[in-house]
C-alpha cells in the first residue's frame, strides 16, 4: 500500500488544536422553562432528532486541508435509548474539537430505515498521505421513498452494516448543499452542509453531517425538514431574556473613535429632522418614539432623515452618545427552528471618514466614507437543543462572516467580544487593522480595546415575529436614515491623489471604485427591517 500510517509514531504525538474538545468558557445555566427549548429533542413531525457533541474518532488524516493540518472524522457515540445514527462528522484538525450532529427516533413507525446497501465513495488505500490506517466513505443506498442525510466512514474495505445507519422518509427531507470546505486530497473534496433554502420561513434542518465530492460529483444527500413548522423549540420571551443575558456581546470602540452608537430615542430628542422631497426648506423634528416618521412602503427617496441643522447641534449628535446606546434585538427562528438567531442591531448617528493601506502607506480619503445615520449588527446562534452559543456572525460594510464559538474571545463568562472598526463601524471577533482588500491594498477597519459597552446592560426586544413584541414605530420606517451624498468624490480623489505617486494614485482610485454605496457614503443607510438579512440567513 502507498500511505504512511506506519510511519506516524512521531506525528501522533503532535498536538493539534482538535486534540483539545471546545467549551464555553462556563456552564450553561439552567434556562427559564417553557415548551420545547434546550429538552434536548426536537420533534420535526414523526420524526424525533437529538444534538449530540458525543462523538467517536474513525479515521484521521494529518496533512491536506486548511493549514495542511488534515481532519478528522467521527461517528455519534453514546445515542439516547432508541436513537439511530444520521451520518458522520468530520472537521479540520487546525479547530479545537466542536461539533455535532443529529441523531434521529422514528415516532410513527416508518420515519426511519436501513439502507439496501452501500456505494463506496472514496478510500484511501493508495494514497501516500500521512494517516492514522485506511480511510473508507460510503454512502448509503436508500429504499425507494426514502434518502439519505449523512455517509458512513470505516477503516476497513467491508461495507459496514446495514444497521449502522438509516434513511429518512422522503417528505421529511429538504435539498442541501455543502458549504465550507472541511478536506481534501486526490479528487476528493469533503464539506460541511447545510439547507439550501433558509431563512425565518425555510423548514429545511442542518443536520451537522458533512458531505463528500469525488472528482467534482457531490452524494446526493438530503438535510432533514420540519414538516410541522413547528415552532415549540424556539424560546419564549423569558427564555430569550435568559439566553441574552448570558451570551450579550461586549462591544469595544476604537481608542480613536469619534462616533459612538446612541439610542433611537437619543437621535430623536437630539435634533434629528425628517425631510420630505418638495419641501426640503421645511423639515419637521421626529417624535422621541417615531410615531410621526411614515411608516411601511419602499425605499423611494420621498423621505430621509438628516442631523439638526444648528453646527453646533449637529457635531453633538454627530458623536453619539454611548450611555445611551441600545442594542435593538431582532429573535429570529433558523435551520426548521432548530437554532435561534439573535440579530443584535446598533444605531450611530454618524459613519466616520474612511482610511486606505495602500502598500507601506495609510492614507486619509478625506470625506469618503462619511454619513448620517449608521445601522451595524452581529448575530449569535443558539441551539435550541441546549440553549448553547454555536458562533457569532459580525457584518462588515454589506458582507460578514461567521466565527465559530470556538473562536470567540469572551469575557465575563459566556459574553462574546466584538470589536466596531474605527470611523466605519463594522464589526470583528478580534483586534487589528483587519485589512478589506488584497495585495496589501484595501480599506482599513482598525479595532482596539477602547470603550467598551455591555450591550446586556441596555437593550430592547424590538421584534420577533413568532412571539407578541410590540415593534416601534421607527423599526417601519422604510426610507434611508440620512440624506443622500454631499460631496463630490471626484473632487475628494483629487485631494487625496495630489501627493500620491503615479501608481499609487492608480492604486487608490481601484480600491474606492470597490467600495459599496454603503462605505463610499453615497446613500444613508436603510433600517435594519429592509435589509435581506431580516428574514433571510446570514451571509445569503
Known sequence: MGNRSSNLDNDNNISRPIDTPFKLPSPLPTWPSGQAFATGVIDLGGLEVSQTSSLAKVWATQESGPDDLGATFFEPS????????????SQPNNLPLFGSVLVGKDSKGDALKIPIDYTLVWSSENLNIKQD????????????GYKAVGHVVTTSPQKPSLDKIRCVRSDLT??????????GNNGLNVYSSRPRDRGINALGVSTGAFVASNNGTADSLACLKNVNANLSAMPNLNQVKALFQAYSPLYYFHPDEQYYPSSVTWFFQNGALLYTKGQESAPVAIESNGSNLPQGGSNDGAFWLDLPTDDSAKDQVKKGDLQAATAYLHIKPMFGATYTDIALWLFYPFNGPARAKIEFM???????????????HVTLRISNFNGELQGVYFSQHSGGNWV?????????????????????????????????????IGLRNDTAKGQMMDTGANYSIVAAEYLTI????????????GLKISYDIANELQKVERFLPGKLKNAVEKLVKSLPNEVLGEEGPTGPKFKDMWNGDERG
Open 470 to 481: 410590540v415593534e416601534p414605530a421607527w423599526l417601519n420606517y422604510a426610507r434611508e436614515w
Open 133 to 144: 490506517s485506511v480511510g473508507y466513505i460510503w454512502l448509503p443506498i436508500p429504499p425507494e
Open 362 to 376: 495609510t492614507i486619509p480619503l478625506g470625506k469618503i466614507g462619511q454619513h448620517v445615520g449608521d445601522w451595524e
Open 404 to 440: 465559530s464559538a470556538s473562536q470567540l474571545e469572551f469575557q465575563n463568562g459566556n459574553k462574546p467580544v466584538a470589536y466596531s472598526s474605527l470611523h466605519g463601524h463594522a464589526s470583528y471577533a478580534q483586534p487589528g487593522k483587519n485589512l478589506q482588500g488584497n495585495n496589501n
Open 174 to 183: 429538504d435539498v442541501s448543499e455543502s458549504d465550507d470546505w472541511i478536506w
Open 78 to 89: 453514546n445515542l439516547p435509548n432508541g436513537f439511530f445514527m444520521l451520518g458522520s462528522y
